[in-house]
C-alpha cells in the first residue's frame, strides 16, 4: 500500500500540486526570461518527479524525509523570473 493512506502525505500532496500549479502559472504567463523558463521547467521537472515518488512509495521514512525537504522546492518559486 502507498504512503496516501497518511493524512499528513495527502495534505502535503495537495501543497505540492497547489505549487507545481503556480509554477505552471508563471511559464504560461510567458514573461520570463531565457533562464526563468528553464529554471521553472527543471523546477517543474523535479516537482514532477517527487510528486510520483510519494504517491508510489511504501518507504515511510523516505517519504517524510522527502516531505520535510519539500520548502526547499517551494522557495525556489518566487526566484523565478
Request: charged share 30%; no cysteine.
Amino acid at each position: 500500500m502507498s504512503m496516501t493512506k497518511y493524512k499528513h502525505v495527502r495534505e502535503e500532496l495537495r501543497a505540492l500540486q497547489h505549487n507545481i500549479n503556480v509554477v505552471v502559472k508563471k511559464l504560461k504567463k510567458d514573461e520570463l526570461s531565457a533562464l526563468g523558463v528553464i529554471a521553472a521547467r527543471e523546477l517543474l521537472e523535479t516537482m514532477n518527479r517527487v510528486k510520483t515518488y510519494i504517491q508510489s512509495s511504501k518507504d515511510e521514512d523516505r517519504v517524510n524525509f522527502l516531505i520535510s525537504k519539500l520548502p526547499l522546492l517551494y522557495f525556489q518559486i518566487p526566484k523565478i523570473n
